[in-house]
């Protein structure tokens, strides 16, 4: 398949994911062009983790398409090796974060971030030194290279995590409330690693409680309850004037504690 | 009563060389039985049940029955069938034993490792085996060591059954020295002595493994 750049480096199609009984993602469309930085808010349980980690296949969509950068990630023709395959390679591309970072705890952090290039690129141990090390620098930790996990702060191990997916060169990054389980002061450290992704125009996802961050940092907005799209709009429209109703009431509960807070 | 140690000092190359087998017993039982228990534990978890049944049944079999009967077994048992030598039967039999108890410890461990550090794994673009290998396993070993460890101390104790097949161990050695010396009583308080300081040295080892393993939890 050719990529131009037209073609939109996240894309959903109707799609579709049922837990038993219950259907969380009732038919979601989206395309994230790249470059693009794109909120997800709603309440807990509106789907909108669902939505991220079924774009990388951890949850496994029932119906609809999911593409990225024109090729289909969900394949239900490819069973078993195949699809195990065509999944592993995917996921290359794709740069998760998640709520409860998940590092390694018994590798340094440097093994943390260089483990993926080392071994499904095969990159030489020097070269992934120097680019592990690059990447913690971005992030602000190339002193804490040798330290493991357990000696990190929350909002350290999270800068951790961004570094360690963005080790693989990914296309998108897709972040999975990635600051909701920090301390409030720790908080501001992980937004500005973000921030600095955003601004080498780093293809991002963000399902995020950071309704301020979300205004701040994204040029598209989202959002979802119940498993649907409620409504989309830039920042500006989406948090200012808000069309609908259940915006609306979402954020008035959410921008009145958050203002009453930071007041 | 006089003691007279003399004898003991005439025997002590035997002893010694009876020390020198029960520790490469010991290594050799303490690899087959970490390495073959991790084995058992992956397949038990991660196979279907009628892949699997054989090898629970198999660690059941060496759970619910004495060592010495296992070791009995094996020797002239299967020894009607198929000569083995004896030190092949001793370090099969104490490692199949140990190997049952180490499978039980690391599906315990195995178990325990969050399923987040699965799913960070495959983000980013493992498969399952390479998960397993460099995130779950190594994780999994570093919570079992503790009971590993007091495993295989208890283990090298068990070495001493394996006079009972003729293996020229430490308890075997002594016995065959104290049939010419007549000395017992202070044979076996030697070989006590020595028995405590292999502990020693192996309480030493595992409190140094696990300083070095507590942060990597």
Sequence with gaps: ?263 | MEFDFTPVIDYFPTLLKGVGVTLLIGLAVALLSILGGQLVAVISLYTRKAVNWPLRFFIWLFMTTPLLLQLYFLYFGLGELILIPAIVVGILGLGFHYMAYNADIFMATIRSVSHGQYEASRSLGFGHLRTLRYVILPQAFYRALPQLSNNMIIMVKDISVLSAIGIGELVYVSQYAISITFRPFEFYITIAVIYYLINLMMEAGQSWIERRAAYRR
């Design chain 1, 1 to 263: 398949m050719t990529q131009t750049t037209d073609t939109p480096m996240v894309e959903l199609r109707g799609v579709k994911k049922r837990f038993g009984d219950l259907e969380v993602l009732k038919g979601i469309d989206l395309r994230v062009d790249r470059g693009r930085i794109i909120s997800i808010i709603g309440p807990s349980g509106s789907g909108k983790s669902t939505l991220l980690r079924s774009i990388n296949n951890l949850e496994v969509i029932d119906e609809g398409q999911i593409l990225l950068d024109g090729v289909q990630v969900n394949r239900p023709d490819l069973k078993g090796l195949a699809f195990e395959r065509h999944i592993n390679h995917i996921r290359q591309n794709m740069g998760m974060v998640f709520q409860h970072f998940n590092l390694f705890p018994h590798m340094s952090t440097l093994d943390n971030v260089t483990l993926a290039p080392r071994k499904l690129k095969g990159m030489e141990t020097k070269d992934a030194r120097a680019l592990g090390m690059e990447l913690l620098e971005r992030v602000g930790l190339a002193d804490k290279a040798e330290a493991y996990p357990s000696s990190l702060s929350g909002g350290q191990k999270q800068r951790v995590a961004i570094a360690r997916a963005l080790a693989m060169r990914p296309k998108v990054m897709l972040f999975d409330e990635a600051t909701s389980a920090l301390d409030p002061e720790l908080v501001e450290e992980v937004n500005q690693v973000m921030k600095g992704l955003a601004e080498e125009h780093m293809t991002m996802l963000i399902v995020t409680h950071e309704m301020a961050f979300a205004r701040d940092v994204s040029d598209w907005a989202m959002f979802m309850d119940g498993g649907v799209v409620v409504e989309a709009d830039t920042p500006e429209r989406l948090f200012s004037n808000p069309e609908q109703e259940r915006t609306r009431h979402f954020l008035r509960k959410h921008l009145g504690s958050q203002s009453s807070t930071s007041a």
